[in-house]
């Protein structure tokens, strides 16, 4: 615990050297002075990268990749000039905003290795981090495989064998067999070689990247001035139809306005490498995984020296740098390729360069690097989600690095799964895919971010502050509608398969310590809503319990508990207790540390109720400051519940339910079964006095009414067992009887008081409950023979009934036997008006009426009784509580209540 001379901050810093997350800052003793570790002050040796090496280069390369080499002409060739521009400002306000998103969270804190996934799990949680982490590392695999695709497509431009290659003329050294088979073999072994790069580790990746990110602006720089360089020319391209060959004669014009023209609009046609009509999400698909790599940068982030500077700099940068390069393409293109030549060969730069093999290096250089930094990106996602142990066994052993911190396992697994894509075979077929699963880690980032700020939290205070929550809530929309747009199956399947693993991620992992935005979002909902619930706009016609249930030894109280639960219908349920002490005379507060274990009682018992503890001199002081400041605004708790005051000593309910014999089961915030157990004291021996006395407890009773708070005295309950009442082999269905007559006072024969149509309520409630429905309720009326009204009487309650819409049954019971007893004690009005009350029955009588109650049993799963209010002479409080023990002795599980609340309305 933190004291007066412990540091104010205390910064823990991460690496991934050494097989995982480590601490970097080593706590010091807390009367020693603390230096503040930053990632300047103290240096971590697996964090090599820059802003340039790390995020710029390796995001300009990934964005570049394929795509401006090899899909530029088919992206205007199919679609125009004005689509191809409209589908660049769409992916690129997409990307915007995700950025937006990213440079946000990515300013908010310290980021550790896994880039988006770690920005997401930190954020969401690990139900969402984990699942859309999956999913951004099956996108990055499934990209990886694109560009190797792309590449092998590119070599095969060149050096594949031509169908009669020996009458369609020389365009290169044609020596490699082409099919399904061997294409894959090629995929495999440039696979293979990014794969060896890779495990060296991503510093090597990083300098041979700068080299290849040197040669592809070289190969740019040649591609700008060839436009100018160049002039026109026709180009003969060679395609198999059938068993023969077909020469297609393009043109290159130069710059010449009426080529613009006519690649001013789409003409969308078949695809020469899948055979297939091309539409407008078809081509955006493939175009958009140009702008895919922006992330690059992040899933670095294990290995930057300073991942919350560089990332939003260096990705920014890196976006801004690629939108201009593509709008000059796709500018240049339109004014110089004729469109046969834009959609019969994609890679029509290398025949208009002014040195044809300077774009064949360009196009092999970036689609390896773009590869590799794909390979290593999803490697480092796998890693982080296998350190956060999120899937088990299955990830483990992705948890191993080398020694210099390199995932190699999560290589190797990705690894494999990048050979299983690469048996798609084809760019375009996978391209949509691709597109799907990077929208949806998109729209996460967005997600996450436009949590946080709605959230309000005070520690989410970004240095990035070009963002709001309407450029996040834009971006999730536009990555929704592009998914559903570009393919409606991939879009609908990838947010199945996304809940599939939020749902799985939710019962198997464990409870983090990462915080969840969840519960910041609902603290700042229920807050707005709770200043909206105003006490002064209550209406008897919206009435619920809300109920205070005080409870001194959970282990006697729980099947209590659990009916508190099913009467409180959709109210407040708060679990009361007092701790015997004084503030002044301990050192530290006892009750903080408790608050975990009745909470977890809460989570054991499956039950919807708050936990309010407090510290206090006496239980009636205790009971008090629970009903005075337990709840906030409107609610607050209009009932209390208190186990009934006799000498019984029920059975240690931990002891038969199996749910606390699991001592290895852990709830995930430090209380296992053994301690739970152990923290609540044994059940009190019958020898053993009790810390409450008669007098205090018919005081807290009347403290309570005092406090105009309904109140409800419960016995027996811990006999109570719904599985053998709701049984489905039980013969009869069970009942719920209600006495509304006052029994201890049957000399006040109103049945129509506010108590007594409080009593109504609160079984009515009760058979509501849907575990409750199949119990019958019974309303017991008391008539003496010679009571001729007793029929208007009957129909008097019935139609009472009716108007509150309560179904009962209504029965009659002769009771003059009992009320018979009552009328051979009279005393005199001036004995009444003293306040001798308890005098007006005795014990004959209590123990008749007692008789008449259990006589009437049917299968009675509970009965609700009326409570009297006490004596107003404290003197009678013992004679009080004998009377009701008498009335309720061996009754079963009894609530007696007492209601001060008007709680029905007839209006609507």
Not at 897 to 904: A, K, Q, R, W
Request: aromatic share 10%; net charge neutral.
């Amino acid at each position: 615990m933190s004291s007066e001379t412990s540091p104010l901050l205390n910064y823990r810093l991460y690496n991934v050297a050494g097989g995982g997350f480590a601490e970097s800052c080593a706590a010091a003793p807390a009367n020693e002075e603390v230096t503040i570790c930053t990632s300047g002050s103290q240096p971590d040796d697996s964090r090599k990268l820059s802003t340039f090496f790390g995020v710029v280069v390796p995001t300009v390369l990934s964005m570049f990749s394929i795509v401006i080499f090899m899909r530029i002409g088919f992206v205007i060739g199919q679609a125009g000039f004005v689509e191809s521009l409209l589908m660049l400002v769409v992916a690129y306000v997409i990307i915007s905003l995700t950025v937006l998103s990213v440079c946000a969270i990515s300013t908010n804190g310290a980021v550790r290795g896994g880039g988006a996934y770690f920005m997401i799990s930190r954020t969401l949680g690990p139900e969402f981090g984990g699942s859309i982490g999956l999913m951004f590392f099956l996108a990055n695999v499934c990209s990886c495989a694109v560009y190797i695709l792309g590449l092998v497509e590119a070599v095969l431009d060149v050096f594949g064998e031509l169908p009669n290659a020996a009458g369609a003329g020389h365009r290169g050294v044609h020596v490699l067999p082409q099919s399904y088979l061997y294409d894959v073999l090629y995929a495999s072994s440039i696979l293979l070689l990014c794969l060896l790069v890779c495990l060296v580790g991503a510093q090597i990746y990083a300098k041979t990247s700068f080299l290849i990110f040197l040669m592809v602006h070289v190969v740019l720089i040649t591609i700008f001035v060839s436009f100018f360089a160049v002039g026109p020319k026709t180009i003969p391209i060679v395609r198999q139809s059938g068993n023969t060959s077909q020469t297609v004669l393009t043109n290159y014009t130069g710059f010449d306005l009426a080529t613009l023209q006519r690649n001013i609009v789409d003409d969308y046609s078949v695809d020469y490498t899948t055979g297939s009509v091309m539409t407008f999400a078809t081509v955006f698909a493939v175009m958009f995984n140009g702008c895919t790599g922006i992330m690059a940068g992040s899933n670095m982030s294990g290995d930057l020296k300073n991942p919350s500077y560089a990332i939003p700099k260096g990705t920014i940068i890196a976006v801004i740098y690629t939108l201009l390069v593509y709008l000059l393409l796709f500018l240049m293109v339109s004014f110089t390729c004729d469109r046969v030549l834009l959609q019969e060969d994609y890679g029509f730069f290398r025949q208009i360069n002014i040195w044809p093999p300077f774009v064949v290096i360009g196009v092999y250089g970036a689609s390896l690097s773009a590869s590799m930094s794909t390979l290593i990106g999803a490697s480092r996602i796998l890693h982080a989600l296998a350190w956060d142990d999120l899937f088990g066994v299955l990830l483990s052993p992705a948890k191993r690095t080398s020694k210099t911190g390199n995932p190699w396992v999560a290589v190797l697994y990705t690894w494999v799964l990048v050979q299983l894509v690469l048996f798609a075979g084809k760019l375009n077929t996978i391209a949509g895919i691709v597109t799907i699963f990077f929208l949806m880690a998109y729209a996460a980032v967005d997600l996450a971010c436009l949590s946080l700020e709605w959230a309000s939290a005070p520690n989410f205070r970004p240095t990035f502050q070009l963002f709001s929550w309407h450029t996040c809530l834009l971006g999730i929309v536009g990555c929704l509608v592009m998914m559903f747009l570009i393919n409606p199956v991939y879009a609908s399947c990838g947010i199945v398969l996304m809940l599939i693993l939020l749902v799985v991620i939710h019962y198997r992992s464990p409870t983090s310590s990462w915080g969840y935005i969840s519960q910041a979002l609902i603290f700042h909902q229920v807050r707005k809503y709770l200043l909206l619930l105003d006490v002064r706009k209550e209406h008897v016609k919206f009435w619920r319990p809300q109920i205070l249930l005080m409870v001194a030894n959970p282990r006697t109280s729980a099947q209590l508990i659990t009916f508190i639960n099913d009467l409180k219908k959709g109210g407040l349920f708060v679990l009361g207790h007092v701790e015997i002490g004084d503030l002044d005379t301990l050192p530290s507060d006892p009750i903080h540390p408790q608050y975990n274990f009745w909470l977890s009682l809460v989570d054991k018992l499956n039950v919807k109720a708050f936990v309010d503890l407090t510290l206090s001199p006496s239980v009636r002081q205790g009971v008090q400051h629970l009903l005075r400041i337990t709840g906030l605004g409107g609610m607050k708790p209009n009932t209390l519940v208190l186990g009934f005051y006799d000498q019984c000593v029920p059975d240690d309910y931990f002891l038969c339910d199996p749910a606390f014999q699991d001592t290895k089961e852990n709830d995930h915030f430090g209380v296992d079964i053994a301690s739970l157990q152990a923290h609540f004291p044994p059940v009190r021996g019958r020898e053993t006095s009790k810390s409450l006395s008669e007098a205090e407890y018919v005081a807290i009773v009347s403290d309570a009414l005092k406090m105009q708070k309904n109140v409800c005295l419960a016995r027996y309950f811990s006999a109570m067992n719904k599985k053998d009442l709701f049984a489905k082999t039980r013969p009869e269905r069970v009942s719920i009887d209600v006495w509304s007559l006052d029994l201890l006072r049957p000399d006040n024969s109103h049945y129509v008081d506010v108590c007594s149509l409080f009593l109504l309520q609160m079984a009515c409630v009760l058979t509501m409950v849907f575990s409750w429905k199949a119990a019958r309720l019974r309303i017991f009326l008391c008539i003496e023979s010679g009571d001729e009204s007793w029929v208007k009487k009957e129909e008097k309650l019935q139609e009472l009934l009716d108007k509150l819409r309560i179904k009962a049954t209504i029965k009659i019971v002769i009771w003059d036997q009992v009320v018979a007893l009552h009328w051979r004690r009279q005393i005199s009005p001036q004995e009444r008006d003293a306040g001798r009350d308890s005098a007006l029955v005795s014990d004959d009588y209590l123990r008749a009426a007692n008789r008449m109650v259990l006589e009437q049993r049917y299968h009675t799963a509970v009965r609700f009784l009326y409570l009297p209010r006490p004596p107003a002479d404290t003197a009678h409080s013992c004679r009080y509580l004998q009377q009701l023990d008498i009335l309720t002795e061996g009754l079963g599980p009894t609530l007696l209540i007492h209601g001060l609340t008007p709680v029905t309305c007839t209006d609507l």
